[in-house]
């Protein structure tokens, strides 16, 4: 019975130091990224997907110069 309960604090303190532990790196910060070829038609269609809407104006180089995009309705 002494064994038994020895098991159970032992097993209890391994699965209890596992949710305490943190990792000691913070989470890395997002980094913005541009596109090295200009891609309007794949961006045209995830922006699509994404915000629900039927037609999109989109310059040329979108994402080749800056990693920011505003959208707007007209």
Not at 7 to 13: E, Q, R
Not at 40 to 50: E, F, G, H, N
């Amino acid at each position: 019975m002494k064994m038994y309960f020895l098991l159970i604090v032992v097993f209890s303190g391994f699965l209890l130091n596992g949710c305490i532990s943190r990792n000691p790196d913070p989470t890395p910060k997002l980094q913005h990224a541009l596109l090295v070829e200009p891609n309007k038609t794949a961006v045209s269609k995830a922006i699509k997907t994404l915000v629900h809407i039927q037609e999109t104006q989109l310059v040329d180089d979108i994402f080749t110069t800056s990693s920011i995009v505003t959208l707007s309705k007209v």
